[in-house]
T-cell receptor, first 116, second 111 residues
Framework: GAVVSQHPSRVICKSGTSVKIECRSL??????MFWYRQFPKQSLMLMAT?????????EQGVEKDKFLINHASLTLSTLTVTSAHPEDSSFYIC????????????FGEGSRLTVL | QKEVEQNSGPLSVPEGAIASLNCTYS??????FFWYRQYSGKSPELIMF????GDKEDGRFTAQLNKASQYVSLLIRDSQPSDSATYLC???????????FGGGTRVLVKP
């Protein structure tokens, strides 16, 4: 299957700082990438759909000014958590769909954010 | 009503037995169905997809789809301790790009 790489895998930061997470499709071009958040023992919650060259589409209840998404190329999307607070601590996972497939999503390794 | 529903479990099965997982969905326009496996602390990995009514087999896994009843299931034959994980059902509607995930079923395979 297609390969999606995410970095960093773990990050610890102080409250009030900003954190950037990168998501790359390594062997295919992804016009659309998806950012999910997962709290412990809960399912994946879609935060936003990242579209190459245009603004991201955010799900209801997700603050677009807090979670900045940039999809500047067909292989890279970034999520920046601005002014992070302890309640933002979570597992953030990006995913992408290979246009050649049947619509399945391939996931990055995930980034575990801990805000102190 | 949640869009995609799964029993949270845990579903405990002895090694070598069959694990049966169910998933129901609310949108009749759904066309593609996926099963992902997620180990604790890891991201999901795709196990199987199905989009036609009936059964689809891949190794020890069988996905079953019944669009009339709006459910999709996953059977794991000859369950192994390494199958212990959370299994996520995901559904994609026809016109959309995104997948909607169920809450997941935690499976425990006991030696």
């Amino acid at each position: 299957g297609a390969v999606v790489s995410q970095h960093p895998s773990r990050v610890i930061c102080k409250s009030g700082t900003s954190v950037k997470i990168e998501c790359r499709s390594l062997d295919f071009q992804a016009t659309t990438m998806f950012w999910y958040r997962q709290f412990p023992k809960q399912s994946l919650m879609l935060m936003a759909t990242s579209n190459e060259g245009s603004k991201a589409t955010y799900e209801q209840g997700v603050e677009k000014d807090k979670f900045l998404i940039n999809h500047a190329s067909l292989t890279l999307s970034t999520l920046t958590v601005t002014s992070a607070h302890p309640e933002d601590s979570s597992f953030y996972i990006c995913s992408a769909r290979d246009g050649q497939g049947i619509g399945e999503l391939f996931f990055g390794e995930g980034s575990r954010l801990t805000v102190l | 009503q949640k869009e995609v529903e799964q029993n949270s479990g845990p579903l405990s099965v002895p090694e070598g037995a069959i694990a049966s997982l169910n998933c129901t969905y609310s949108d009749r326009g759904s066309q593609s169905f996926f099963w992902y496996r997620q180990y604790s602390g890891k991201s999901p990995e795709l196990i199987m997809f199905i989009y036609s009514n009936g059964d689809k087999e891949d190794g020890r896994f069988t996905a079953q789809l019944n669009k009339a009843s709006q459910y999709v299931s996953l059977l794991i034959r000859d369950s192994q301790p390494s199958d212990s994980a959370t299994y996520l059902c995901a559904v994609r509607v026809a016109a959309g790009n995104k997948l909607t995930f169920g809450g997941g079923t935690r499976v425990l395979v006991k030696p």
